[in-house]
């Protein structure tokens, strides 16, 4: 009885540490059901195959148990031809039963969308620790949060900036690996809205654990309402913080980090890090702190720009303030007042 909290450890830990809709166990659309499908086929086939193993074995355990007075070697036999044929030919069925749905769905899942007129054209690029996400048709970018339309096909174009990545949603299905210098095609569906957690399931450096992504997927009607404020975004209560935030932003920030600018009303900015426009409408800060509770974005922003090496190691951000110690040399030499003025800038951006 004492190992019952290790079962209940190892359940949790299967079912993706709590967090919800983090498991292949509870598909949320097509391309999950039938992986799932196949994971069902064979567990139920490996646990028949064991459970005759196992009664056959405690059978001949028990028939042919040593008994009293008996001595001596017991008779001896040896070949069988007909239990041999017998044995050859179950397993044999029982792979052609497991391979016909593989060898279907495995061709299926890799259906190339990228020339389909109907799928949502995505282009996906794996950074060290970070995901960006370009709507090929739309021209929109952004990181962290892919929002996407329920029930239609989305056409994922994987590419990576750096390294091996790997792109993976448990409960919409996956996972296809994002490699530098080649694009790989994979296709994904959400029959109902939600929240849907992302992880790199490849091992790609210091924080590839960190490295968490969510895809929103919202009713048609709200995607082209996101996508709308995607074009338009507007910049709320410009006081004198956050006008100076937008001139530390524009002197710090702007070669690696695209955002609004409001003078040009076009979107400006490097290509390095993640885009930020829009940014307080996102649901983590760095992809890992979530903003739950109006006055999490601005906590979290504090945590990220104070010490941005502590919330993800190895990441390539200078660090906005002198940190003693720290990993990351490249400083920006930011006070705290002027971190403050940023994270009010930041924390205005929505449409
Ligand atoms: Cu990216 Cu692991």
């Keep these: 009885w004492r190992i019952i909290p290790l079962f ?8 993706g540490c709590g967090l919800e809709n983090l498991t292949a166990l509870d598909p949320k659309g097509p391309v999950a059901e039938k992986q799932l499908s196949v994971i069902y086929l064979s567990l139920i086939v490996m646990i028949a195959v064991f459970a005759v193993v196992a009664i056959i074995y405690v059978y001949v355990l028990v028939r042919f148990r040593k008994r009293p007075g008996q001595t001596g070697v017991p008779k001896q036999v040896e070949g069988n031809h007909k239990l041999e044929i017998i044995w050859t030919v179950i ?14 769905y495995t061709f299926e899942l890799d259906k190339d969308y990228s020339k389909d007129p109907n799928a949502l054209q995505v282009k996906v690029t794996g950074h060290q620790f970070w995901w960006e996400f370009e709507y090929m048709n739309e021209k929109v970018t952004t990181a962290q949060d892919l929002v996407i339309p329920t029930g239609r096909t989305i056409a994922f174009h994987l590419e990576s900036a750096d390294v091996i990545h790997s792109f993976w949603v448990p409960a919409l299905g996956g996972k296809k690996d994002t490699n530098p210098g080649m694009t790989n095609m994979h296709y994904l569906k959400a029959d109902k809205p939600g929240t849907y957690y992302g992880k790199c399931a490849e091992l790609c450096g210091q924080s590839h654990a960190l490295m968490d992504f969510k895809v929103k997927a919202v009713s048609p009607e709200e995607f082209d309402r996101w996508v709308g404020g995607m074009k338009t975004p507007t910049v709320v209560a410009a006081s004198a913080q956050t006008q100076e935030g937008e001139k530390i932003f524009k002197d710090k920030c702007l ?3 695209a955002i609004y600018n409001t003078q040009s009303k076009q979107v400006e900015g490097g290509k390095v890090g993640p885009s930020l426009l829009n940014y307080a409408d996102r649901s983590t800060v760095a992809g890992i702190l979530f903003n739950r509770d109006p006055g999490d974005l601005k906590n979290n922003l504090q945590t990220w720009l104070n010490d941005p090496q502590k ?14 110690g720290s990993k990351m040399e490249q400083s920006l030499d930011l006070n705290d007042q002027q971190i403050n003025a940023l994270v009010e800038y930041l924390a205005g951006q929505k449409h």
């Design 255 to 257: 070669a690696c980090h």
């Design 8 to 15: 209940a450890v190892l359940t949790f830990m299967l079912t």
């Design 311 to 324: 919330v993800k190691p190895g990441n390539l951000m200078p660090n906005p303030k002198n940190v003693p």
């Design 91 to 104: 397993p044999f069925l029982l792979l052609i039963v497991i391979a016909i749905p593989t060898v279907k």
